[in-house]
Every structure is written in structure tokens, then in C-alpha cells.
């Protein structure tokens, strides 16, 4: 194996490990069962967030950069995103099967392709709206409005993934000119502050348990960005963020073992339309050579303040 290989291989497998930190925090977060409010969670886990911080400062970044932006308006915009997309993936987890809510946060690239084409005037052709109406039908399969109830968690699940895509956007508008710490600042203290206003008339006191529990969701969450900036470092980012999906292989596996949850035949093939929709989007994102939407964290936009090392 040359040593081109060997580096890309590295990056795998560390991009691997960054998405199964991810999926075990996602798990955390489900066990609390929301025996503490969803803001309160939120703000709890993205506190601890903060301890990523010094392994994304590059040479000459400070924490002050976190404040520093080259587009005041987006950076806010961002800042709230990140904290309507970490309350609404809390909710979703909690409300949804793991394989569920991971079905339809991942109706993120379909969003960013349709905003790339209002916002950012992209071209795009039929394959890509081709891979944008599989999407949605897959989530239809998997909801099937009619015919089984929909919850809370549905539309906080659909509104992580619209969230998510928004951040994808304002990621591509700044490019280059935007500091890696000013994106994961923007998502880190938006959770942070909006979460802390808005736990105040529902503060619960958390058992010693339930307080672990969101530690962990925490912790995991700032492992998997760090590794995410590792993987980049070895590996191209269109290989690294594919492997994204293999989230879905860990929300099937955990909400099995742990949960008791079960995949029937319907959301099997929802599960397996949304993410094929979403893999045809990044193959295209790929062969056009725009920049690839970073990867999802189910619980946190935190991977998408981390641009792969070929970007930056």
C-alpha cells in the first residue's frame, strides 16, 4: 500500500470513529428520555463543547476569533441555527427512534440544494433534483402521513436537518475568508446563549444519572468535531463526509441493543431512498468541484464550522 493510500486510510478510519462519537452521543442524549427540559440539555452539552476549543485553534487564532467574522449578519444567522438545530435534534431523539430521527436530519443536503439554487444562483441539473425528490419521498415512506401519528419530534427532526442545511449555505457564501474557529464559535455560543435564556422558566435540577448522561452526550460531541479535524487532515473531504451515513448503521444498531427499537420494511426503504438521495448529491457536489456540505452531527452543527485541510 503506498504511503497516499496508507494517509487516506488513516483518515477513514479516524472519520469512522468521529461518526460513532457522534451516534453514542446522540444515545446519551435519548437516555435522559427528557427527564430534563431540551433546552436545559442543550445548554448543559454545549457547555461542555467548549473543551474542543483549543484543538481547533489553528496558529495565531485566539478565543477572541470565535467573536471575529468577516459577515456580522451570517455569523448570527448561524449562531441561531445552531441553537434551533441542537434543541431540535434533543427533541427529536428523545420523541423518535434513532433510525428515525437520523432519517430525517439527513434530508439536509436535499435542503441545501434546493437554498444553493435561491440563494447562491446554482446551476443544477436533473440528477441532483432527481436525488432531491428521492429524498422526499423517502421521508414519506418513512412518516406516512395518514396512516401513522406524527409528533413533535417529526418536525423538530425536520427543522434540525432545514438548520443544518441553512449553516451548509452561509459555509459556502464565506468560503475561504472565514476563520474555522469564527463557525464553530458562532454554533457553539448561539446553543450556548440561547439555551441558557431559554432553560431559565424550566430549570430542572438533574439527578447525578441524567447529569452524566448529558456529560457524555457533550463530551462525545467535541471528540467527534476534533477527530472530524483529523480526518481532514488525511483524507479528502469527498471521502470523509460520505462516511457520514454509517450514522445510520449506528442509529439501527444502538436503538436495537439499547432502546428496543425496530426497523420495519417501510422505513427500511424510506431509510435506504434518503440516504441514497443524499450519497447522489455528494457524487455530483464531487464532479462539479463545488465545496462538499460538511458532515452532520445529529446533536450539533459542530462539524460544520471544521473545513477539510484541501479548503482552507
Same mark, same amino acid.
Given at each position: 500500500?503506498s504511503s497516499?493510500?496508507?494517509?487516506?486510510f488513516?483518515?477513514?478510519?479516524?472519520a469512522?470513529?468521529?461518526f460513532?462519537?457522534?451516534?453514542f452521543?446522540?444515545?446519551?442524549v435519548k437516555?435522559?428520555?427528557g427527564?430534563?427540559?431540551p433546552?436545559?440539555a442543550?445548554?448543559?452539552?454545549?457547555?461542555v463543547g467548549?473543551?474542543?476549543v483549543p484543538?481547533?485553534?489553528? %496558529?495565531?487564532?485566539s478565543?477572541r476569533?470565535m467573536l &471575529?467574522?468577516?459577515? &456580522?449578519p451570517?455569523w448570527?444567522?448561524?449562531?441561531v441555527c445552531?441553537?434551533? #438545530?441542537t434543541?431540535g435534534?434533543?427533541?427529536a431523539?428523545?420523541?423518535?427512534?434513532?433510525a428515525e430521527?437520523?432519517?430525517l436530519?439527513f434530508l439536509?443536503?436535499?435542503?441545501?440544494?434546493?437554498?444553493s439554487?435561491?440563494?447562491?444562483?446554482?446551476?443544477?441539473?436533473m440528477? %441532483?433534483?432527481?436525488?432531491?425528490?428521492?429524498g422526499? /419521498?423517502?421521508v414519506l415512506?418513512v412518516l406516512r402521513?395518514g396512516?401513522r401519528?406524527l409528533?413533535i419530534?417529526h418536525?423538530?427532526?425536520?427543522?434540525?436537518?432545514?438548520?443544518?442545511?441553512?449553516s451548509v449555505?452561509?459555509?459556502r457564501?464565506?468560503?475561504?475568508?472565514e476563520?474555522? /474557529?469564527?463557525?464553530y464559535g458562532?454554533?457553539?455560543?448561539?446553543?450556548?446563549?440561547?439555551?441558557?435564556?431559554?432553560?431559565i422558566?424550566?430549570w430542572?435540577?438533574?439527578?447525578?444519572?441524567d447529569l452524566s448522561l448529558?456529560v457524555?452526550?457533550g463530551?462525545?460531541?467535541?471528540?467527534?468535531?476534533?477527530?472530524?479535524?483529523?480526518?481532514?487532515?488525511?483524507?479528502?473531504?469527498?471521502i470523509v463526509?460520505?462516511l457520514q451515513?454509517s450514522?445510520?448503521?449506528?442509529?439501527?444498531?444502538l436503538?436495537?441493543?439499547?432502546?428496543?427499537?425496530?426497523?420495519d420494511?417501510?422505513m427500511?426503504?424510506?431509510?435506504?431512498?434518503?440516504?441514497g438521495?443524499g450519497l447522489?448529491?455528494?457524487v455530483?457536489?464531487?464532479? %462539479? #468541484?463545488?465545496?462538499l456540505?460538511?458532515?452532520?452531527?445529529g446533536?450539533?452543527?459542530?462539524?460544520?464550522?471544521v473545513k477539510?485541510?484541501?479548503e482552507?
Amino acid at each position: 500500500m503506498s504511503s497516499s493510500s496508507d494517509t487516506t486510510f488513516k483518515g477513514v478510519v479516524i472519520a469512522l470513529l468521529c461518526f460513532a462519537a457522534y451516534s453514542f452521543s446522540d444515545a446519551a442524549v435519548k437516555l435522559v428520555d427528557g427527564r430534563v427540559p431540551p433546552f436545559q440539555a442543550g445548554f448543559i452539552g454545549t457547555l461542555v463543547g467548549f473543551a474542543a476549543v483549543p484543538f481547533l485553534l489553528k %496558529r495565531g487564532d485566539s478565543w477572541r476569533d470565535m467573536l &471575529r467574522t468577516t459577515n &456580522r449578519p451570517l455569523w448570527l444567522l448561524r449562531f441561531v441555527c445552531s441553537s434551533i #438545530g441542537t434543541v431540535g435534534s434533543i427533541i427529536a431523539f428523545t420523541e423518535l427512534s434513532m433510525a428515525e430521527a437520523f432519517c430525517l436530519i439527513f434530508l439536509l443536503p436535499s435542503f441545501a440544494t434546493i437554498m444553493s439554487v435561491i440563494f447562491l444562483k446554482e446551476q443544477v441539473g436533473m440528477k %441532483r433534483w432527481a436525488a432531491v425528490i428521492v429524498g422526499f /419521498i423517502g421521508v414519506l415512506i418513512v412518516l406516512r402521513p395518514g396512516f401513522r401519528e406524527l409528533s413533535i419530534g417529526h418536525l423538530t427532526a425536520l427543522a434540525s436537518g432545514f438548520t443544518g442545511a441553512v449553516s451548509v449555505i452561509i459555509y459556502r457564501y464565506l468560503g475561504p475568508s472565514e476563520k474555522n /474557529i469564527s463557525m464553530y464559535g458562532a454554533g457553539l455560543l448561539g446553543g450556548l446563549i440561547v439555551c441558557a435564556v431559554a432553560m431559565i422558566p424550566q430549570w430542572t435540577t438533574p439527578t447525578f444519572y441524567d447529569l452524566s448522561l448529558l456529560v457524555v452526550f457533550g463530551l462525545l460531541a467535541a471528540v467527534g468535531t476534533v477527530l472530524l479535524m483529523i480526518a481532514s487532515f488525511y483524507a479528502p473531504a469527498a471521502i470523509v463526509t460520505p462516511l457520514q451515513y454509517s450514522q445510520m448503521l449506528w442509529a439501527i444498531l444502538l436503538g436495537y441493543l439499547i432502546f428496543g427499537d425496530h426497523v420495519d420494511l417501510w422505513m427500511g426503504v424510506g431509510i435506504a431512498l434518503i440516504v441514497g438521495s443524499g450519497l447522489l448529491t455528494l457524487v455530483r457536489e464531487r464532479k %462539479r #468541484g463545488t465545496p462538499l456540505p460538511p458532515p452532520v452531527a445529529g446533536q450539533t452543527e459542530a462539524a460544520l464550522a471544521v473545513k477539510p485541510e484541501e479548503e482552507r
